[in-house]
């Protein structure tokens, strides 16, 4: 295709740096061909307020200032992030594969979760490097739920603190299985102290917070910067914002990407454009690309663009132990025993996982007069100093009605709570394990941590936009994540998945842009 004369013309445009695109631009970087890679933020600040909670999580000066709409008309601030690395940058870097019966098809009380196209077998080379890449830590065969693997973790488990290895320990005594979080951390331990050199610390800043000694394993660190460093044929391009998305008369090619930088507008074109913005945003994209040949939206002859939206039922929470928990690195330590069901329930409840370790401060923000009830003495530092604190995962359904799109110019987002009684039961099974292992069994929400002004369930795990599967009437993607009767536009984020399981989706993104990757830089 020849280039308009006033264009940039690459082989590859990529919108988007996450962990998506990243890894997109890392692996088709080493192809030689000239990549363009697009990021609407700028590089995230390094800063003290990186480790300050007050900073991070109440006046959430790293969130998106985004004002969106639900469907009873009250405003809510996504919990999104704007930045080269996109929302891995304050993501928990906690990288668990999708376990190889999620799949197939998932039975819950309120519907199925649809099984994929492409199944565990196709993905579990790509997990394997996506493992390598981003450094996970971990330990195959203590998570009995976990899928088929052909080699071990690259690196070995983060060790466990000693008020969470008694926690280990208590579960093991009460007949269950706890495993080390795979974490995707650039961490050198001996002894459970970080060397010398090691980029991680094990502060007690991991998780919600930026890293401020890039020790965490996002693809800013991973991808991005070494891809830029070695490759000169890749160019980042920040404070890029993509308005849209042109296509020849037919509809079949996109032929230019139309985008706003530092107050310009200006156009480039690629052989192959790679969108990879986050599920929601990656849908906005399509719809606002809307023209003759597409009139709903880019590839959306099916009607799904932007729907089946899915989030996982997420929730932090908090347990007063009645021991004090000094742990600063508390993310080590998840449990799996309930994912596909109880002794008392034939569903799926789901996983639980720890979480970064809450603070004073962090609780006062929560304003949670759950604590004054059960603890009116005790001042937020003590409950700090004694909490345990706790990221429960439930799997909800890919619901049509549950969907973004614009509506009078405003962005709308529609969404219908399902699967909540395996979540309830989850946090039951919680409060159980609780009363056994010297915990106090009350739970208290942390909502905060999801993002200031989110709404229940976050947008932190945003997956299913723009599914992918066999036939263009029923999804938007083909297998090779391609869009359906667009020849050279791909998606590379969440937007993909036909249903979301119940771990951290972000292994499988990264494992599913290695796989697009290849199958691209066949065609390159």
């Known amino acids: 295709m020849e280039p308009p004369m006033n264009q940039d013309h690459y082989d590859v445009v990529i919108v988007g740096s996450g962990p998506g695109g990243g890894t ?19 590089y995230l600040p390094r800063e003290r307020e990186n480790w300050d909670s007050q900073a991070v999580f109440v006046d959430a000066r790293y969130q998106a200032p985004e004002t969106w709409y639900g469907a009873d008309g009250r405003t809510f601030h996504p919990g999104l992030h704007y930045y080269v690395g996109g929302n891995s940058k304050v993501y928990g870097s906690v990288l668990l594969r999708l376990r190889a019966r999620d799949f197939d098809v998932v039975r819950h009380p309120d519907g ?11 993905f579990a080379p790509y997990y394997q490097a996506a493992e390598e890449l981003f450094h996970v830590h971990g330990l195959r065969g203590e998570d009995p739920t976990e899928p088929p693997a052909d080699k071990p973790y690259a690196y070995p488990p983060v060790s466990h603190e000693p008020r969470i290895q008694e926690l ?24 459970g102290k970080a060397l010398p050199h090691s980029a991680c610390i094990r502060c007690d800043a991991f998780d919600g917070y930026p890293c401020l000694t890039n020790g965490k394993a996002d693809a800013q660190i991973i991808c991005v910067d070494p891809a830029l460093a070695r490759h000169p044929n890749l160019t980042l391009w920040t404070g890029a914002y993509v308005e849209r998305l042109l296509t020849s008369p037919s509809g079949r090619a996109i032929t230019g990407v139309e985008l706003v930088r530092d107050g310009q507008s200006r156009t480039v074109s690629g052989d192959i454009v790679v969108v990879a913005c986050g599920a929601l945003s990656s849908a906005l994209l399509m719809l606002r690309s809307a023209n003759e040949a597409h009139p709903h939206g880019l590839a959306n002859g099916s009607g799904q663009v932007g729907r089946n939206y899915m989030r996982h039922n997420n929730a932090t929470v908090l347990a007063v132990s009645r021991t004090p928990n000094p742990t600063k690195f508390q993310k080590t330590l998840g449990l799996n025993d309930f994912y596909f069901g109880s002794d008392d329930w034939d569903f799926p409840l789901g996983h639980i996982q720890m979480v970064g370790k809450s603070d004073g401060t962090q609780i006062h923000g929560e304003g949670l007069p759950g604590f004054l009830q059960w603890f009116p003495e005790k001042p937020f530092d003590w409950i700090a100093k004694h909490s345990l604190d706790f990221w429960l995962t439930s799997e909800d359904l890919p619901r049509p009605e549950n969907r973004i799109f614009y509506e009078g110019g405003r962005v709308r987002l529609d969404l219908t709570e399902s699967n909540m009684e395996g979540h309830t039961r989850l946090k039951q099974k919680l409060r159980d394990l609780c009363g056994k292992l010297d915990v106090h069994p009350h739970l208290f929400d942390r909502s905060l941590y999801l993002g200031k002004d989110t709404p229940i369930g976050g947008t932190a795990h945003q997956a299913g936009t723009l599914r992918f599967g066999t036939d263009p009437a029923t999804s938007v993607l083909d297998l090779d994540c391609r869009a359906h009767g667009i020849d050279n536009l791909y998606v590379t984020d969440a937007s993909f998945f036909p249903s979301i399981g119940a771990v951290n989706p972000t292994l499988t993104i990264i494992a599913n842009a290695l796989r697009v990757g290849d199958s691209i830089a066949g065609r390159l």
């Not at 997109?24 to 700028?42: C, I, P």
Request: aromatic letters at 10%.
């Open 24 to 42: 997109m631009a890392w692996r088709l970087a080493q192809t030689g061909k000239r990549v363009l890679l697009l990021e609407r933020g700028g």
């Open 168 to 191: 280990f320990d208590g579960l093991k005594r009460e007949g269950h299985r706890p495993f080390h979080l795979p974490v995707g951390v650039l961490l050198d331990e001996r002894d």
């Open 112 to 122: 199925e979760a649809p099984e994929w196209p492409v199944k565990y077998d196709t």
